[in-house]
């Protein structure tokens, strides 16, 4: 189970964790299912998760990516990527989304 993860999904973790070893082990699942990199899927998982405009997920993205050193332009480019399918009021919200945690 992960430790000192924030919000509901920790709550979610401690409070059920035979649901959260089945979510982690879809995942894992998932992501071993293809030939992309993992620098990759973390894009593609940032760009998931801007077109369904969920901000938690794109900070806990954003978060991620910058640990596994993906730089913040490479993000940023993301939410500009946004515009033609999503518009640019989402594309816009996404930027700032990632642009909250740059350092």
Known sequence: MPKNM???AGDLAEQYP????AYAALGKASSGAGPLTDREK????LALAIGANSEGA???????ARAEGIADDA????ALLAIGPLGLPRAVAAKTWIEDDAS
């Open 58 to 64: 794109v900070h806990s993205h954003c978060r991620r």
């Open 42 to 45: 973390r894009l593609v998982k």
């Open 18 to 21: 035979d649901i959260w070893r």
């Open 6 to 8: 924030p919000g509901a």
């Open 75 to 78: 993000l940023e480019q993301v």
